[in-house]
């Protein structure tokens, strides 16, 4: 009788789950000794990849950035398949500026003399986190300070304990110790000077808590930053979309092997110390089982999960019964302690007399609670950082959210979240606060709102495009972090296979097998962790089975 070939089904079509089966399938020998298959829960490839168009530009709705080009595997694929040029103009194609026009509430444009010692003040707390080197500048010794925060930090309550946000809080603190005889400023209403670089400091704590996902740097793990990885060089985007590597990896299947709509809801597994006699024709069953939404089942004898840590969150629950027997607890409880956050992208298209005018605009908001804020900013807004064109002079503005104004943004109505920007636009564009046709209500695929900045230039929101990766069933949330109380332990834990070892009583090893970026320790919440992580699981099947090529 001829023995059936191992079955591998992959669980996700996202990047983790592409690479593996793209390097198992062209793996010389593979499609003799193999039968391979992927099944997807969406209606499309990608995972958190989305490329996208809006107002006639090429957007992303998830994956944005290939970070850092040097040795970038994913910038290696780009270029093979000439993914980086392009005729049509695209998100971020301009990078990002490194000269952001900084105005305050209010319509108060501020100095760069206010705006770049916070700036550095903050950027090098975060390299002195990361532990990269810090130079010194303007004469002021950050390198000291931050040694002397991090001592205070640790001296009450222990390194293993301190979020990102407690670290850079105590360093503010002691900045405006050494600078406490700069005076006051003048000329920007009811702004004190603290005030503003409090304010401008929270513009970066909230840049960094969508750079992470943390929804609060409270939760955010500083001893974990130090571990976590770029590669060097410049970070960019895909000119003809970060779709275009997932269809280059997935080309070398052939049709079929993908299958969309396949949304696996249980895995039953054989642990260690299970013994089984089952047999189908004659031989050992294969001793993993996939139960999917509309009732049917698949064997295989290894199944590569690479669904979002999110949905592993949701399966682990005790009503879930995603994984029959659960998972084992040091799987579990890694899967418990690691962060996962929500981070949403708002498009929003407007009309402007001249967009060229239009500025790179970090905003700096008054606190929630203070009485002079603009009581028709919405608080979703107020967390934000920046609103500004996709690149120079598209029709198309961009703002990133983090946390829960991410989740409330999922929630709102077009015609409230449109309400919402062009009040905060009137607050910062305006001085004083203007808004044209205020009493008229346009409609334009929403409630259009006009607003006429200090220089005439009338900027009016036409249309809106927003992600919801929160609650999405998919994905539940967008990449991952090190959470206070968890550590890069966990994430190695993330990727251990199910069972690791075996005997010739015990089932046979390595049924569940973990890819995703939230498995890899120094390169998670990227797409080329998520890459990485693919080739690892794919390698380590070949390995097991001592194919050539690996």
């Known amino acids: 009788m001829v023995s059936k070939k191992p079955r591998i089904v992959i669980i996700g079509a996202g990047m983790a ?49 290939i970070h850092g080009i040097g040795g970038s595997p994913l910038h290696q694929i780009a270029r093979e398949i000439h993914a980086l040029e392009s005729e049509q103009p695209w998100e ?25 010692p916070v700036t550095t003040l903050f950027k090098n707390l975060m390299d002195y986190a990361q532990g990269k080197m810090i130079e010194d500048s303007e004469g002021f010794d950050y390198s000291n300070l931050a040694a002397k925060v991090f001592k205070i930090c640790t001296n009450n309550g222990g390194q293993e304990k301190l979020s990102v946000a407690s670290f850079l809080r105590q360093g503010l603190n002691a900045y405006w110790v050494s600078k406490k005889d700069q005076g006051e400023l003048k000329g920007y209403g009811n702004w004190s000077r603290r005030l503003l670089e409090e304010a401008i400091f929270g513009i970066h704590e909230n840049i960094e808590r969508t750079y992470t996902s943390a929804g609060n740097l409270l939760t955010l793990d500083y001893s974990a930053e130090s571990e976590y990885r770029m590669f060097p060089g410049e970070e960019i985007t895909i000119a003809k979309g970060y779709l275009n590597i997932i269809e280059s990896l997935a080309s070398v299947l052939p049709p079929g092997l993908v299958k969309l709509g396949r949304k696996v809801t249980r895995i039953e597994w054989q642990p260690e110390g299970h013994e089984s006699s089952d047999k189908q024709n004659g031989h050992a ?33 005790e009503d879930s019964g995603m994984f029959n027997p659960p998972l084992p607890p040091f799987k579990s409880e890694a899967i418990s302690r690691l962060g996962y956050g929500v981070v949403n992208k708002l498009f929003l298209q407007v009309e402007c007399h001249d967009l060229s005018k239009f500025p790179f605009l970090q905003m700096v908001f008054h606190r929630p609670d203070s009485e002079f804020r ?18 120079s002079n598209s029709s198309v503005l961009l703002s990133w959210f983090a946390g829960q104004e991410a989740l409330e943004l999922e929630s709102l109505q077009d015609e409230q979240i449109i309400d919402g920007v062009s009040a905060t636009l009137s607050s910062f564009l305006s001085q004083p606060y ?70 010739a009583a015990s089932p046979p090893p390595l049924q569940i097998l973990f890819a995703g970026e939230a498995t890899h320790r120094t390169h998670y919440s990227t797409t080329h962790g998520a890459y990485l992580s693919g080739l690892r699981e794919a390698n380590r099947l070949l390995q097991h089975y001592h194919c050539v090529g690996v």
């Open 374 to 391: 603009h009581k028709k900013i919405p608080w979703w807004m107020r967390r934000t950082a920046n609103l500004c064109p996709i690149y």
């Open 285 to 317: 069953a294969r001793p993993v089982k996939l139960q999917f939404n509309d009732g049917s089942n698949m064997l295989a004898d290894h199944v590569i999960v690479t669904v979002s840590l999110g949905v592993l969150k949701a399966g682990i629950r």
């Open 17 to 65: 789950g592409l690479t593996a089966a793209n390097k198992l399938y062209t793996t010389t020998g593979f499609k003799d000794m193999f039968e391979l298959c992927v099944v997807e829960g969406g209606r499309r490839i990608g995972g958190r990849i989305n490329t996208s168009e809006f107002g006639g530009d090429r957007i992303e709705m998830g994956a944005t950035w």
């Open 92 to 116: 971020c194609m301009d990078g990002c500026s490194e000269e952001p026009t900084t105005i305050a509430e209010g319509g108060f444009e501020l100095n760069p003399s206010i705006v770049q």
């Open 434 to 503: 203007k808004q044209v046709n205020s009493n008229s209500h346009e409609l334009c695929n929403g409630n259009g709102k006009s607003v006429e900045n200090i220089h005439g230039n009338e900027v009016k929101v036409t249309k809106i495009l927003r992600s919801r990766w929160g609650t999405d069933p998919l994905f539940l949330g967008s990449y991952s972090y090190v959470a206070v109380g968890s550590s890069g332990d966990d994430l190695d834990k993330m990727a251990e296979p199910l069972p690791k070892q075996s005997s």
